[in-house]
């Protein structure tokens, strides 16, 4: 069993959807949580940030932890083309972020 | 803020030859990571140094790998003997000590064997 599982995807919703990405983990001693956008060819790029359970919302994106259940999500309301990317959770443990495969996102104008 | 930056961009090598790949961090940053990412994969952990030392390192570092950061500024990652197996995106990242502190990434290397 991977540490932390995610759907690769592809995901492809219509322009000004709300997306729901999600992402499990097995190790309850994981502690931070991080979403990342990767375009294609290019680094991970930070997006949201949490470590408690509960919400944490910037701008359009929301990101969401249960640890009681082992699940982390990522909302993003009013999709744009732009988000077309592959989104990757990763969970922070120890002194090393562990990452989801990443679920590729398509958003069709 | 001029972030992370890797050198080269991308690597076309002959199978048994020996490469290297530069990352320079975020100045004010004091860990550095590298990650190793194959297509339809998230990255996966191979090593980080804090300051100037290598603090843990992947089962995946086989003893082909080798990483260094002298003076803890930039660092170097050399693969000797590489093998078509290696060809992977190599990325590099860099935060602040502490392990609440998020990671920036690079753009990466992307290294084909042939």
């Known amino acids: 069993q991977k540490e932390v599982e995610q759907d690769p995807g592809p995901l492809s919703v219509p322009e000004g959807a709300i997306v729901s990405l999600n992402c499990t983990y097995s190790n309850s001693a994981f502690q931070y949580f991080m979403w990342y956008r990767q375009y294609s060819r290019k680094g991970p790029e930070l997006l949201m940030y949490t470590y408690s359970s509960g919400n944490k919302e910037d701008g359009r994106f929301t990101a969401q932890v249960d640890k009681s259940s082992k699940y982390i999500s990522l909302f993003i309301r009013d999709s744009q083309p732009s988000d077309s990317a592959t989104y990757l959770c990763a969970i922070m443990y120890g002194n090393k972020l562990v990452f989801g495969a990443g679920t590729i996102l398509r958003v069709k104008s | 803020d001029t972030g992370v930056s890797q050198n080269p961009r991308h690597k076309i090598t002959k199978r048994g030859q020996n490469v290297t790949f530069r990352c320079d961090p975020i100045s004010e940053h004091n860990r550095l990571y590298w990650y190793r990412q194959t297509l339809g994969q998230g990255p996966e952990f191979l090593t980080y140094?804090?300051?100037?030392?290598?603090?843990?390192k992947s089962r995946l570092l086989s003893d082909r790998f080798s990483a260094e950061r002298p003076k803890g500024s930039f660092s170097t990652l050399e693969i000797q003997r590489t093998e078509q197996g290696d060809s992977a995106m190599y990325l590099c990242a860099s935060s602040l000590a502490g392990s609440n502190s998020p990671l920036h990434f690079g753009n990466g290397t992307r290294l084909t064997v042939t």
């Open positions: 140094f804090q300051n100037e030392a290598q603090l843990e």
